[in-house]
């Protein structure tokens, strides 16, 4: 039993910040990747951010978000962070933490095992 819970997120104006915090409880030894993801209504999933499980490599981001997003994980407190700075309207969504055993196509929705619940990121002008 692996459970994701994201919280942080909220209304902020553009060019302002959030952090997003993803906390996960059971067993989280072999994640390949924890990502983040967001959606918008009409747009697909994509993938904003990764980082790699016991800290195997450098961290993924979307070409939309790097240099804005920073993503870091705390592993004694079992929790990842997206750091989101310089937001944009266009980055209004709402953003999931993912979790991926395989490590088989890191951006595809699909490919994810575990999902939180979401929290909702609006931003405005």
């Known amino acids: 039993q692996v459970q994701l819970v994201e919280s942080g997120g909220g209304s902020v104006q553009a060019g302002g910040s959030l952090r997003l915090s993803c906390t996960a409880s059971g067993s989280t030894y072999n994640f390949y990747m924890i990502a983040w993801f967001r959606q918008a209504p009409g747009k697909e999933r994509e993938r904003v951010a990764g980082?790699?499980?016991?800290?195997?490599?450098?961290?993924r981001y979307s070409d939309s978000v790097k240099g804005r997003f920073t993503v870091s994980q705390d592993n004694s407190k079992n929790t990842v962070y997206l750091q989101m700075n310089s937001l944009k309207t266009e980055d209004t969504a709402m953003y999931y933490c993912?979790?991926?055993?395989?490590?088989?196509?890191?951006?595809?929705?699909?490919?994810?095992?575990?999902w939180g619940q979401g929290t909702q990121v609006t931003v405005s002008s």
């Open positions: 993912a979790a991926d055993l395989t490590g088989f196509g890191p951006l595809d929705p699909s490919q994810y095992e575990y």
């Open positions: 980082i790699y499980g016991r800290g195997a490599g450098v961290p």
